[in-house]
T-cell receptor, first 117, second 115 residues
Framework: DGGITQSPKYLFRKEGQNVTLSCEQN?????MYWYRQDPGQGLRLIYY???????QKGDIAEGYSVSREKKESFPLTVTSAQKNPTAFYLCASSGGLAGAPSTDTQYFGPGTRLTVL | AQSVAQPEDQVNVAEGNPLTVKCTYSVSGNPYLFWYVQYPNRGLQFLLK????DNLVKGSYGFEAEFNKSQTSFHLKKPSALVSDSALYFCAVRLNAGNNRKLIWGLGTSLAVNP
């Protein structure tokens, strides 16, 4: 899992509550990503950020929000607007010069399993 | 539409036998290709990637993959499977265009190596 940490490992929340998942990296990477993983659906991109103070929506951004105030941190908030938030959430980073192929490998954190009761 | 296909949901192989996990892609240009492995309740681990050059790429844990441009394939292989190779394997493609670092992911193939 390299230099990417996610916390907590397991998270339980009641319906209607917002929750924030933490992702920190010490790899000096510019780009960070949030994915959602559901059984049989592979990885789906929620949000990504290619540089500090900038981020873009991925394929399933509705009901989620992010911030990128520091290079090493990319927290994800799952809001009450997300209709089915129970899933395994994965954070990744890739780094260095934008567009350089040698830096394109994404490295993943250990994941957070969110269960909404 | 640009896509990555892993045509087998599950692959079963006996320990010691060679294994192949298939991946084909449909993207424009010359893509970068990746393989990752995921053990239960863990994040993905990078195995190998193809950027350019030799079509046979060697990676971690004895895995290798062969890039075939004419067949638009990037199959993952290992000469002798271990029980510990049992996991979920993902193929991914990055478009070689501009600064967009998004990956297109396959749905994954579950590999079971039987003792």
């Amino acid at each position: 899992d390299g230099g990417i940490t996610q916390s907590p490992k397991y998270l339980f929340r009641k319906e209607g509550q917002n929750v924030t998942l933490s992702c920190e990296q010490n790899l000096n990477h510019d780009a960070m990503y949030w994915y959602r993983q559901d059984p049989g659906q592979g990885l789906r991109l929620i949000y990504y950020s290619q540089i500090v103070n900038d981020f873009q929506k991925g394929d399933i951004a509705e009901g989620y929000s992010v911030s990128r105030e520091k290079k090493e941190s990319f927290p994800l908030t799952v809001t009450s607007a997300q209709k089915n938030p129970t899933a395994f959430y994965l954070c990744a980073s890739s780094g260095g010069l934008a567009g350089a192929p040698s830096t394109d490998t994404q490295y993943f954190g250990p994941g957070t399993r969110l269960t909404v009761l | 539409a640009q896509s990555v296909a892993q045509p087998e949901d599950q692959v079963n192989v006996a320990e010691g036998n060679p294994l192949t996990v298939k991946c084909t892609y449909s993207v424009s240009g010359n893509p970068y290709l990746f393989w990752y492995v995921q053990y239960p309740n863990r994040g993905l681990q990078f195995l190998l990637k193809y950027i350019t050059g030799d079509n046979l790429v060697k990676g971690s844990y004895g895995f290798e993959a062969e890039f075939n441009k004419s067949q638009t394939s990037f199959h993952l292989k290992k000469p002798s499977a271990l029980v510990s190779d049992s996991a979920l394997y993902f193929c991914a493609v990055r478009l070689n265009a501009g600064n967009n670092r998004k990956l297109i992911w396959g749905l994954g193939t579950s590999l079971a190596v039987n003792p």
